[in-house]
């Protein structure tokens, strides 16, 4: 083999390299925060009372008439601070924990136009 050619051959692995990189990049790291489906609804309110007062969550896409308000419910209301406080406050050292009413999901949890933030 000639070193132009074994150079060459260097540098596609490379550039592959690089490629498969970025394309994993591109997404595999984003992260939600929302309720757990198993979280008693006490415990749900509890934690939803807390990211939107003391925990610094902005709640306000969850009140009426605001796009993340439907669906109604407890259980979404909740996802959405906290998935809003997580993402805020993650590089600061805050969790998705809630005292366990909260987990990480790699699936967008968005829906018509609720948009739920996510940060790298």
Same mark, same amino acid.
Not at 6 to 14: G, P
Not at 58 to 75: A, E, G
């Given at each position: $083999?000639?070193?132009?050619?074994?150079?060459?051959?260097?540098?596609?692995?490379?550039?592959?390299?690089?490629?498969?990189?970025?394309?994993?990049?591109?997404?595999?790291? *984003? *992260?939600?925060?929302?309720? =757990?489906?198993?979280?008693? =609804?006490? *415990?749900?309110?509890?934690?939803? =009372?807390?990211?939107?007062? $003391?925990?610094?969550?902005?709640?306000? $896409?969850?009140?009426?008439?605001?796009?993340?308000?439907?669906?109604?419910?407890?259980? %979404?209301?909740?996802?959405?601070?906290?998935?809003?406080?997580?993402?805020?406050?993650?590089?600061?050292?805050?969790?998705?924990?809630?005292?366990?009413?909260?987990?990480?999901? %790699?699936?967008?949890?968005?829906?018509?136009?609720?948009?739920? *933030?996510?940060?790298?």
């Amino acid at each position: $083999m000639s070193s132009a050619w074994f150079t060459t051959l260097l540098t596609l692995v490379f550039l592959a390299s690089i490629s498969i990189l970025l394309q994993i990049s591109d997404g595999q790291f *984003e *992260e939600w925060c929302i309720a =757990d489906e198993q979280t008693p =609804d006490e *415990e749900l309110q509890r934690a939803l =009372d807390w990211a939107c007062g $003391m925990g610094g969550a902005d709640c306000s $896409m969850i009140l009426k008439n605001k796009p993340c308000y439907f669906p109604n419910t407890l259980r %979404d209301h909740a996802s959405y601070a906290f998935n809003d406080y997580y993402q805020k406050f993650k590089h600061k050292g805050a969790t998705c924990y809630f005292n366990s009413a909260a987990m990480i999901t %790699d699936l967008d949890p968005s829906h018509n136009s609720c948009k739920y *933030e996510v940060l790298p």
